[in-house]
């Protein structure tokens, strides 16, 4: 089981786009799935449909409710839901005089007695509050998307810096597994400059995928449909079904060729 906190303390980079649709990417090639909305607005929640179903898991954070029961089905096959709420924002509050409140989740994940999931994805709150911090701990791994920007870099390093500190004091085997440049748009010049220099600043930290500027990821959550079963073929699609790929790596995404049972007509030549 892979997990993944998707974090950037700035609004606005594409975390809630990349999580919806990379989750429904990463189902739609077959793997089994948990998304957890961890970002009180509930964007991604909302984007499956749920709407003030938070309070499930604000329970799991500051009470002693299981892990489970926080877990809903979405109509997308394999793919499973934590749904947030506004409420979240209180946990900050209820957790002040917690002892090691970072560890909550990771906690009670460890004690599923079942993790049927290949994945767990976790769409983060633009602040490096509690609620980010739980998802650090919980993760194995980080994925930063960036809005291809200029004004979106200058943020990085420092979260770059704070990463690297969660993994000192508090999960020694975190690691990037990349930055994700977002909203792309080839038609500029400025688009091509940022992802240059995204790739010489970050050498070998930023993802080969790209996502691009596309206005069907903008209409999707008003559909309540991930992209891919909004607009199949639309580059969005595309691109998260490549960023997907790359994030299951290349061993797994073709199934074996099979042995050719007859022999060939060359062997009697
Ligand atoms: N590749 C993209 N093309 C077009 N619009 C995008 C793209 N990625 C994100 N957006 C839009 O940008 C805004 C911020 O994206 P969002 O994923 O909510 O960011 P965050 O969760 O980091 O705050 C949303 O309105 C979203 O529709
Ligand atoms: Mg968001």
């Known amino acids: 089981m892979r997990t993944i906190a998707i974090v950037n303390q700035k609004g606005g980079s594409g975390k809630t786009t990349t999580a919806v649709n990379l989750a429904a990417a990463l189902a739609e090639a077959g793997k089994k799935v948990l998304l957890i909305d961890l970002d009180p607005q509930g964007s991604a929640s909302l984007w499956y449909g749920f709407k003030d179903k938070g309070k499930a898991l604000y329970n799991v954070l500051t009470e002693d409710d299981k892990f489970e029961s926080a877990i809903e089905k979405t109509d997308i096959n394999d793919l499973h839901i934590i749904p947030a709420s506004v409420l979240l924002s209180g946990v900050e509050k209820a957790l002040a005089n917690e002892v090691a409140s970072e560890s909550i ?9 079942v993790k049927p999931w290949d ?3 976790i769409d983060c709150p633009p602040t490096l509050g509690i609620l980010s911090l739980n998802a650090l701990t919980m993760a194995k ?3 930063v998307p960036v809005e291809a920007h200029v004004m979106a870099l200058h943020g990085l390093v420092q979260l770059l810096r704070t990463i690297n500190l969660v993994k000192q004091r508090l999960n ?3 690691e990037i597994s990349g930055i994700l440049p977002c909203r792309v748009d080839y038609r500029t010049k400025h688009s091509q400059e940022v992802l240059d220099q995204l790739r010489a600043r970050f050498e070998g930290k930023v993802c080969t995928s790209v996502i691009r500027e ?3 990821l903008a209409e999707a959550p008003l559909h309540l449909k991930p992209i891919t079963s909004y607009d199949t073929h639309c580059n969005g699609a595309q691109d998260y079904r490549k960023l997907a ?4 790596g290349p061993s797994e995404t073709k199934p074996a060729e099979p042995i050719p ?7 009697s030549v």
């Open 214 to 216: 596309n206005i069907r």
């Open 261 to 267: 049972a007859a022999p060939s007509p060359l062997d």
């Open 245 to 248: 790929k790359e994030l299951i």
């Open 172 to 174: 020694p085997t975190l």
């Open 105 to 113: 989740l990771k906690n009670k994940l460890e004690a599923l007695p």
């Open 119 to 121: 994945f767990v994805l």
């Open 141 to 143: 791994e980080v994925l």
